[in-house]
Structure formats: C-alpha cells, structure tokens
Nanobody
Framework: QAQLVESGGGSVQAGGSLKLSCAGS????????MAWFRQPPGKGREGVAA????????YYDDSVKGRFTISQDNADHTLYLEMHGLKPEDTAMYYC???????????????????????WGQGTQVTVSS
C-alpha cells in the first residue's frame, strides 16, 4: 500500500504553471519533514524543495527559487508544490518523500539528499515544452 501518492503532473508549455499534490497516509502523518525530488530523463534524483514541519521552514534548490513554492495542509496531510515559470529543464518525474526523524541542524544541510527519506511516492511526470 502506497504511503504517498502524487498527482497534478502534466504537459505544459514553457512559462506555464502546475501544482503538484502529495497525499500522505497514517505512516507519514508524523513525518518531521517532507520534500519534493525530481529525476530528469537520464539523470539522477535531485532535491527540489523541502519543508520542516515543526516550524514550517522551507528550503529550495537554487534552480527553482522564486518560481516554486512548497506548502503543506496539516488538516488533510497533503504536501503541495506550486510551480510557475516552468522551463524545459524542469521536465522530470517528480516524487514526494517523507522523513520520520532528523534534527533540524542536520536537515538544513542534507534535505536535498534522497538518502534517509523513509517513504516515497510513485512519482508524477512533468513535461515542459519550449
């Protein structure tokens, strides 16, 4: 049974917008942090954005700062990634991930590394055409 389920991917033209959602499950409700990763075709998985749930602090890869916004809805345990100004280089499979424990002092330096995240979704494809 999937613990995280992503949705909202699709095909858009450059400059367009998409909003991804990630539905959590009982196993992820108490995750200390959640993140979005992406894997472009033929490349490794990279961290896009993360949120430390205790205080709501957010972190972004430089390539998406100012264009993407990560947020969470604590009422229904859903994670979002709002994406604007999409570029062809944003084309990738997007995954959400949950981390059950990591001190914030370490998280701020390691959020972008997929190692250690306990739960992963199946991914949702985002394709941006020029």
């Amino acid at each position: 049974q999937a613990q995280l389920v992503e949705s909202g991917g699709g095909s858009v033209q450059a400059g367009g917008s998409l909003k991804l959602s990630c539905a959590g499950s009982r196993e992820t409700f108490n995750a200390v942090a959640m993140a979005w990763f992406r894997q472009p075709p033929g490349k490794g998985r990279e961290g896009v954005a993360a949120i430390y749930r205790d205080d709501g602090s957010t972190y972004y890869d430089d390539s998406v700062k100012g264009r993407f916004t990560i947020s969470q809805d604590n009422a229904d345990h859903t994670l979002y990634l709002e994406m604007h100004g999409l570029k062809p280089e944003d084309t990738a499979m997007y995954y959400c991930a949950a981390l059950t424990y990591r001190p914030k002092s370490i998280f701020v330096r390691t959020w972008h590394l997929q190692l250690g995240y306990n739960f992963w979704g199946q991914g949702t494809q985002v394709t941006v055409s020029s």
